[in-house]
């Protein structure tokens, strides 16, 4: 540079300059806005780049065309995949498959056919599992929503290959295929990781396999309604994490095993809708967790086991519908905390209604209607501060109902004792309140049934009353002058 401009270019002054100035180094606006700029770049900008960088990565050919061949199986011939780009797992994927990336690939991981959304994979009617399935090596979760429903293309779950999913498939669901048919292949217990089997709502036959009670991982196993035969394998017990198991709706037969008992960790119990039959095991009491037992419509027998009272979490108890008879509910109720629900409906229950069901706080729904029980009705049921419907009908019982007009009018048409000839409301009750099917007591009736407990609170009159001594009396007069007329004549 020449010197005359060295000269003339402006230098600072030292005089003017300190390190150690105490005011506030300024920034102008338009170096704000730049540096805000720099920073929403870096947090947005690049972040989503990187995404981009995802989408575009490939799939493996292999893994592509796998997938194509299942799907092509299920929806048809017809379905290609030249609308996707640049693969299914890419901008525009396919609703109901999901994509995991490993290493430098995406790989399928979820895949669920059926009317689920609008845009979901459907099933066509010639609907069939491709083998190709079990290629797709990291499979978690695999589904199947009403797609076999053709009586022409009836459907099997597959019995082999599911070795090749035992090390990534942790969810498999079949619902509500009505013609999805044949036995459930053993070798699904070959599943390792597998921790929800849902297999609900088919036409599915045979017994329920005895390895998967060696899938340690199930939380979920529900089998309702097929046309499953045979026994509840004993087996099942050694599911020491499994919180769901539901078996209803099916034809199973026999005893439920003991073993039942050791799934401390189950949440709900339903076995309801079958032809299991004996009595109920003891070992029932160690599911310590359960909030749903439900046994309905089976033929077990010879009561509730006493173990039941120990089940202080449990909420819903209906074992309605089964040959009980004695001891429906010998059952101690005073731990039974959590109580909400209590059907034991149609079970031709016989004795009286105990008055230690009254200490059931928490309930809301009591159904003893179409039994054999006998006597009046606890006076205390009144008092149970949640209960909004009481079934009592067809029964055997008898007296007044003996309970404070408040109650009648809190429960109305949901208090339910029509059906037993014997039972009658207090008369000063009014018609509006009263139960429907029950006519008022009579003045006869309310002496011949009046309570003990109200006989009880009745002063004895004493002997040396004035009463009584008017009526000996009377009674010594009376009988002088009957010797008197009998002597005469």
């Known amino acids: ?81 030249s609308d996707l780009f640049p693969d299914p797992c890419g901008w525009t994927p ?15 991981t979820a895949m669920s056919v059926g009317p689920v959304h609008d845009n979901s994979l459907q099933c066509a009617e010639a609907a069939a599992i491709s083998t190709t399935l079990f290629r797709l090596k990291h499979l978690k979760s695999l589904s199947f929503f009403s797609c076999f429903t053709s009586w022409n293309h009836p459907q099997a779950i597959p019995t082999t290959n599911w070795e090749s999913l035992s090390h990534s498939l942790e969810t498999l669901e079949f619902r509500r295929n009505p013609w999805l048919m044949g036995e459930i292949p ?14 609900s709502e088919n036409a599915l036959e045979g017994a329920v396999p005895a390895s998967l009670g060696g899938v340690a991982a199930l939380k979920r196993l529900v089998l309702a309604r097929n046309k499953l035969s045979g026994q509840v394998p004993t087996e099942l017990g050694m599911l020491k994490d499994l919180l769901i198991l539901d078996l209803s709706n099916n034809r199973l037969s026999g005893e439920l095993p003991s073993t039942i008992g050791g799934l401390g960790s189950l949440l709900k119990l339903d076995l309801s809708s ?20 439900d046994l309905r419509n089976n033929s077990f027998s010879g009561g509730l086991p006493a173990s039941l009272g120990e089940l202080s979490l449990l909420e819903e108890m209906l074992v309605g519908s089964n040959p009980l008879v004695n001891g429906c509910l010998s059952v101690p109720w005073n731990k039974l905390w959590s109580l909400v629900t209590l059907d034991v409906s149609a079970s031709k229950c016989v004795g009286s209604i ?50 404070p007009q408040e109650f009648f009018q809190r429960l109305g048409r949901k208090l339910v004792v029509w059906g037993n000839s014997n039972l009658c409301y207090p008369p000063k009750l009014p ?19 009046y309570s003990k407990h109200q006989l009880a609170e009745r002063p004895n009159l004493p002997a040396s009353s004035g009463s009584g001594v008017a009526l000996r009396k009377g009674c010594w007069y009376l009988l002088f002058w009957f010797t008197v007329l009998i002597m005469l004549i």
């Open 186 to 199: 053993a070798s699904l217990g070959g599943l390792k990781k597998l921790n929800s089997l849902v297999l």
């Open 354 to 403: 105990p008055e230690s069901l009254t200490g059931l706080k928490k309930l809301r729904f009591l159904a003893l209607n179409d039994n054999s029980f006998i006597g009046g009705l606890p006076s205390k049921l009144a008092e149970m501060p949640a209960v909004s419907g009481m079934y009592l009908d067809g029964n055997n019982l008898s007296g007044m109902l003996d309970f």
């Open 431 to 449: 018609k509006s309140f009263a139960p429907y099917g029950v006519p008022p007591c009579k003045a006869g009736t309310l002496m011949e049934n």
């Open 94 to 108: 396919i609703e109901g498959i999901s994509c995991d990336l490993y290493g430098d690939f995406w790989y399928v």
């Open 274 to 293: 079958n032809s299991l039959s004996g009595m109920l095991p003891d070992q029932l009491g160690g599911m310590k967790n359960l909030t749903l037992l």
């Open 1 to 81: 540079m020449p010197s005359a401009h060295l000269n003339s270019f402006p230098l600072p002054n030292p005089n003017t300059f300190s390190m150690s100035s105490s005011k506030p180094c300024k920034i102008s606006q338009p170096l704000s806005f730049l540096i805000f700029s720099c920073c929403l770049f870096l947090f947005l900008v690049i972040p989503s780049a990187l995404s981009q960088a995802d989408i575009s990565a490939p799939m493996e050919t292999g893994e592509r065309d796998s997938l194509y061949s299942v799907i092509q199986s299920l929806v048809g011939k017809s379905w290609n995949g």
